[in-house]
Nanobody, 125 residues
C-alpha cells in the first residue's frame, strides 16, 4: 500500500516562495504519474501541475506556469512543488496525488488513485 504525505506548507508574503514535498511510503511507483492540486475556500479542487515519474515530462496550469516547478527525486521516492512569486490567489490547501493507469500527464483528478492529506498554503498581501 502506497501512502502520500505532503509537507512544506505555511504562511508567506506575496512574492515569496515555498517548496512542498510529497513523500511516498510503501512500494515505488516508477510507472506512475504524480500531480498537485489545490482547493481554496468555497472553490472546487483545481489542477496545478503534474509530472511523469519515469522520464519527467511535466504539465502546468496556466495560472502557475513560469512560477511553479514540479520535480521528483526517484531515489527518495519524493515529489516536489517549488512555488515562487506567490500571490494571494495561490492561497489554498494543496494536495499531492499519484496514479498508475494508462494516462501520460493527466490534468484532471479522475486518473489519480492516491491522495495525500493536504497542506495549507497561505499567501498574505
Amino acid at each position: 500500500q502506497v501512502q502520500l504525505v505532503e509537507s512544506g506548507g505555511g504562511l508567506v508574503q506575496a512574492g515569496g516562495s515555498l517548496r512542498l514535498s510529497c513523500a511516498a511510503s510503501g512500494r515505488t511507483f516508477s510507472r506512475y504519474y504524480m500531480g498537485w492540486f489545490r482547493q481554496a475556500p468555497g472553490k472546487e479542487r483545481e489542477f496545478v501541475a503534474t509530472i511523469r515519474w519515469s522520464g519527467g515530462s511535466t504539465g502546468y496550469a496556466d495560472s502557475v506556469k513560469g512560477r511553479f516547478t514540479i520535480s521528483r527525486d526517484e531515489a527518495k521516492n519524493t515529489g516536489y512543488l517549488q512555488m515562487n512569486s506567490l500571490k494571494p490567489e495561490d492561497t489554498a490547501v494543496y494536495y499531492c496525488a499519484a496514479g498508475g493507469r494508462n494516462y501520460y500527464v493527466p490534468r484532471t483528478a479522475g486518473p489519480y488513485d492516491l491522495w495525500g492529506q493536504g497542506t495549507q498554503v497561505t499567501v498574505s498581501s
